[in-house]
């Protein structure tokens, strides 16, 4: 019996696990990632301030462009680079399924940066940050969900 390999993403804004799943042998641990970038505040990234615009009698002061809120910019880096390791996942036929468990925002922003293919192995999406509890909470918490029903 040829049993489907299911790849569970579980991440925050400060890293991620992947875990295996297979029927019968349930969660392993495969890969932790860090993004300690995910951990400075705004005014720790935002270094520059934008440009400043004055009136002609020099009452009115203010930005010429609305800051890009710099958390933002730094959460859509860190869902490109866990897309790009789902790409390759797929790419490598690693998986056949995933399930993907964050955030909302964080959600959101990965499934933005994914391709067509690769979206279409979502099997579940659970928007919950489960990143900071052990690997076996973490199974406890998705074991309702298994065995996945086929698409």
């Known amino acids: 019996m040829n049993t489907e390999m299911i790849w569970i993403l579980v991440a925050s804004r400060t890293g991620a696990r992947i875990y295996s799943y297979k029927t019968g042998k349930g969660m392993k641990p495969l890969n932790h990632l860090e993004f300690p970038e995910g951990h400075l505040r705004n005014q720790d990234v935002d270094s520059e301030k934008p440009g400043q615009v004055h009136d002609s009698h020099g009452f009115a002061n203010r930005n010429m ?50 391709d067509s293919p690769t979206t279409s192995l979502i099997a579940l ?27």
């Open 65 to 114: 462009a609305p800051e890009v809120d710099a958390k933002m910019h730094l959460a859509g880096k860190w869902a490109k680079q866990l897309a790009e390791i789902l790409h390759r996942g797929r790419l490598n036929k690693d998986y056949s399924r995933m399930i993907l468990v964050m955030e909302p925002k964080l959600l959101g922003l990965v499934r933005e940066k994914l």
């Open 125 to 151: 999406t659970v928007e919950k940050d489960l990143a900071g509890i052990s690997d076996r909470e973490v199974e406890r918490h998705l074991m309702p969900v298994f065995p996945l029903k086929n698409k």
